[in-house]
């Protein structure tokens, strides 16, 4: 069982990191005057 909730944490990070990612990018694409 906590093995489980380890790798539901690790996934919810991985997720975040991507997302994080993914939202720099479209800032990037969007608006490269701030850049």
Known sequence: ???Q???SHDLD???H???KSFT???R???R???V
Request: positive net charge.
């Open 17 to 19: 990191a991507i997302l």
């Open 24 to 26: 720099n990018l479209v």
């Open 13 to 15: 990070r991985h997720e």
């Open 1 to 3: 069982m906590g093995r």
């Open 5 to 7: 909730a380890q790798l």
């Open 32 to 34: 490269p005057d701030l």
């Open 28 to 30: 990037k694409w969007s």
